[in-house]
T-cell receptor
Framework: DQQVKQNSPSLSVQEGRISILNCDYT??????FLWYKKYPAEGPTFLIS?????DKNEDGRFTVFLNKSAKHLSLHIVPSQPGDSAVYFC???????????FGQGTRLTINP | DAGVIQSPRHEVTEMGQEVTLRCKPI?????LFWYRQTMMRGLELLIY????????DSGMPEDRFSAKMPNASFSTLKIQPSEPRDSAVYFC????????????FGEGSWLTVV
């Protein structure tokens, strides 16, 4: 029972263009969402988050959008850079929960 | 400050052998998580502890898996006996309770069971 789904295992984008990574969730109790980035042979690191009271959160080149009615969130990276090549995990949690539920991950490759 | 420290980084073992993975959380963190990364399911939560007490072990796949946290600075994940399908990357993560939802991961233990 995959409560957080990332349906695209991989994505390839040209350097300088926008990268859009998508995530869907099924549990309506989720009210906090995070994106983690993972390089090979390293652990995932926190990238950006959003609370359900917002529909957008920006941090530099990274923006996360949340559509609660569609139970969908996306991560936009603009402009994409070669160093953005990594696996991106979407995660969700809820008020009072003490754990994060992760998706399967999307491997992003930025081509020069 | 040191991050989450895991050992071993890589382990190759034969089917049927016991495997023990170790984790030292970030100092001051009182919540510890064990995750497993697979291609099919991404990052699966196996078990987590608050203040050294196991809170939710519903993600532990079978009785062959066990986890302990004897003190605030050490946890183990044990697989006995190991099977080839246990081959995966096992991550430990920690955070401070009531300090937000972000958790901090170690670099992982790469397990191969042959």
């Amino acid at each position: 029972d995959q409560q957080v789904k990332q349906n695209s295992p991989s994505l390839s984008v040209q350097e300088g263009r926008i990268s859009i990574l998508n995530c869907d969730y099924t549990n309506s109790m989720f009210d906090y969402f995070l994106w983690y980035k993972k390089y090979p042979a390293e652990g995932p690191t926190f990238l950006i988050s959003i609370s359900s009271i917002k529909d957008k959160n920006e941090d530099g080149r990274f923006t996360v959008f949340l559509n609660k009615s569609a139970k969908h969130l996306s991560l936009h990276i603009v402009p994409s850079q070669p160093g953005d090549s990594a696996v991106y995990f979407c995660a969700a949690s809820w008020e009072g929960a003490q754990k994060l539920v992760f998706g399967q991950g999307t491997r992003l490759t930025i081509n020069p | 400050d040191a991050g989450v420290i895991q050992s071993p980084r890589h382990e190759v073992t034969e089917m049927g052998q016991e495997v023990t993975l170790r984790c030292k959380p970030i100092s001051g963190h009182n919540s510890l998580f064990w995750y497993r990364q697979t291609m099919m399911r991404g990052l699966e939560l196996l078990i987590y502890f608050n203040n050294n007490v196991p809170i939710d072990d519903s993600g532990m796949p079978e009785d062959r898996f066990s986890a302990k946290m004897p003190n605030a600075s050490f946890s183990t994940l044990k697989i006995q006996p190991s099977e080839p399908r246990d081959s995966a990357v096992y991550f430990c993560a920690s955070r401070k309770l009531l300090s937000g939802n972000t958790i901090y991961f170690g670099e992982g233990s790469w397990l191969t069971v042959v």
